[in-house]
């Protein structure tokens, strides 16, 4: 794997620069493979090692990468050095480079990347990952649970809920009694009224409130689980904001001891975060009736967490209209001595617009769920490459699934796009059905013939060049995913699977096995079987289930 050539390329390069080989590995990348040209297999960046002053010229560096090629030798790992823009490249001996591939791959399964020593100097930290927030009875419509919507919720089961529909089809009936409460409240302010009314009761810890609330939280959270499931999705814990509703007066005396909190003229109790009294750089934590906001929750929350898990990090997902929100959180925390609070981050993600079913606008993530899968199994029908499946139901939910995950995380989180059903079902080209049918396609080829053992490889038979280009794809694995793990971007690994592909399809044409001799046969599906798992690998890290069949 890449690990132990990096190791041995940074050895070298230790006794010429009189540097600590660990210092070297993070300069030392695997080159990304070109359709147009062969080549090396890494290349060190010397502008990284090697100190320069600002006034340094490109040729002084480039003088520089050529003194260094010069001094360095090609031995048993290293077949060729050469030297690019501010680079030195290494190529691998080729023999070596198949077999310590294929066999790092096999050997280390589902954590092959996670053992490379891109990751070593890393601390084994606990993260806690707050995202998806649904409100509750809201069918999964994205965001949190805010005194309104519960208000106006409890407000509108009293006045038009039935408990037998409740019982039946719980999370749609809530949603209907919220719209018709919410239409309500548009043309009677005493609607709204009582909205507030029933949120300062719950607040107030009456037993009829709380009970019915509990009520909308257990049915809520019992459907969640259920779609969760479908996504493959398992959390841990299930605390919304609206959980620590009963602790926000113990963040608003901690505020206060510090001398923090402010009273407007309104009744309202601020925070001022330029500390020179600019009003419009407060933030509101409390309402002029006594009761909390979604920003004290949100604080009491991420205290009791810390005290609770005693997380090295907590990172925040939520949709880019809360960044303000969690910036002043974040800020508040801060003012109030919590040193952690620099260890809490924002992912904020985009908008997706025009996402459609055949039913009209759509906002509830299991009508698209049911209308990817739907579509799915329309495609599956026509198509003429579809087998005979014992659970077709199954597999274009997964395949499906595939398509939005992969439509969804091919740009940048924060990016908003355009969404198209037409676009995502795409059976060629950058989609998750492309990911799902390789990854099909190449469990069929390892059933429709037997593999040998690893080690009766002849790697003479891997020396062509699509073998040799999947083999440096490979070789990037770990560099990918230590990649997102510092952005926390899954885009790096979906353009990687999506490469991966896109090589093996070609290499699926030109690489035959059928007929072939048998050293040959036995070579090229061991680099197939290897491409597999690594798919599988990349598409389960996204929270995609791969199919064997499709």
Same mark, same amino acid.
């Given at each position: ?17 009189? %540097? ?21 297999? $890494? ?19 480039? #003088?520089?990468?050529?003194?260094? !090629? ?19 490249? $290494?190529?691998?001996?080729? *023999? ?44 999964? &419509? ?20 039935? *408990? ?10 809530? $949603? ?9 409240? #548009? ?46 999705? &398992? ?5 919304? *904001? ?7 007066? *113990? ?9 923090? %909190? ?6 309202? #109790? ?39 898990? &005693? ?14 929100? $969690? ?53 599956? !029908? ?27 995380? /091919?740009?940048? %989180? ?68 230590? /990649? ?41 599906? &061991? ?24």
């Amino acid at each position: 794997m890449a690990c132990a050539f990096r190791r041995s390329i940074a050895s070298q390069l230790s006794r010429v620069l009189d %540097l600590p080989p660990e210092n070297l590995i993070k300069s030392i990348s695997a080159v990304p493979i070109s359709r147009k040209e062969e080549v090396a297999d $890494f290349q060190l960046s010397v502008h990284s090692v090697l100190e320069s002053n600002s006034d340094h010229s490109k040729p002084d560096i480039q #003088a520089q990468v050529q003194r260094l !090629a010069e001094k360095l030798k090609c031995d048993t790992v290293v077949s060729e050095i050469s030297t690019g823009p501010g680079t030195v490249n $290494f190529r691998i001996n080729r *023999e070596l480079l198949t077999k310590t591939v294929l066999q790092q791959v096999f050997e280390d399964g589902a954590n092959y990347g996670l053992k490379s020593e891109l990751f070593s100097g890393l601390p084994k930290n606990k993260v806690l990952v707050e995202f998806s927030s649904p409100n509750i009875a809201k069918k999964f &419509h994205v965001g949190h649970l805010r005194s309104t919507i519960i208000g106006l919720l409890g407000t509108g089961f009293q006045l038009f809920g039935y *408990e037998e529909k409740l019982k039946s089809n719980p999370l749609q009936h809530l $949603f209907e009694v919220y719209v018709q409460v919410n239409k309500e409240a #548009a043309d009677d302010e005493n609607v709204e009224k009582s909205a507030h009314e029933f949120f300062h009761r719950l607040e107030a810890g009456d037993q009829q409130a709380l009970t019915l609330w509990q009520k909308f939280r257990d049915l809520s959270i019992k459907e969640y689980v259920q779609i969760y499931k479908r996504l493959g999705v &398992h959390f841990d814990d299930y605390s919304g *904001e609206s959980f620590y509703r009963e602790k926000y007066r *113990e963040v608003l005396s901690l505020l206060d001891k510090k001398g923090l %909190l402010q009273r407007t003229k309104k009744g309202t #109790a601020i925070v001022d975060l330029s500390r020179k009294g600019d009003p419009s750089l407060s933030c509101t934590v409390m309402r002029s009736d006594g009761t909390s906001l979604y920003v004290t929750r949100d604080l009491a929350a991420a205290i009791d967490r810390m005290n609770k898990y &005693h997380f090295d990090s907590m990172i925040y997902v939520t949709d880019k209209g809360q960044q303000n929100h $969690f910036q002043q959180v974040f800020q508040i925390l801060r003012l109030m001595g919590y040193e952690w609070a620099e260890r809490c981050q924002l992912v904020p993600f985009g908008i997706v617009q025009g996402m459609k079913t055949r039913r009209g606008d759509v906002t509830f993530l299991e009508d698209v769920i049911n209308e990817t899968r739907s579509r799915m199994l329309e495609n599956m !029908a026509l198509s003429k490459t579809t087998k005979e499946l014992e659970n077709p139901h199954e597999i274009a939910e997964r395949v499906g699934l595939a398509a939005l995950i992969i439509q969804d995380f /091919k740009g940048y %989180l924060l990016s908003d796009y355009k969404f198209s059903w037409d676009r995502v079902f795409q059976s060629r080209g950058d989609t998750g059905v492309f990911l799902q049918y390789t990854h099909a396609r190449l469990s069929s080829l390892e059933d429709s013939f037997e593999s040998g053992h690893l080690r009766n490889i002849n790697a003479a038979c891997l020396q062509d060049p699509q073998s040799i280009s999947i083999l440096q794809h490979l070789l990037r694995y770990d560099e990918v995913l230590y /990649k997102s793990s510092q952005d926390l971007q899954p885009r790096n690994i979906v353009s990687y699977l999506l490469t991966l592909s896109h090589l093996t399809a070609v290499a699926h044409k030109t690489l035959p096995i059928k007929g072939r001799l048998p050293e040959v046969a036995e070579a090229r599906l &061991h680099l197939f079987k290897a491409v597999r798992s690594v798919l599988a690998n990349g598409m389960k890290l996204l929270g995609i289930t791969p199919v064997s069949r499709m």
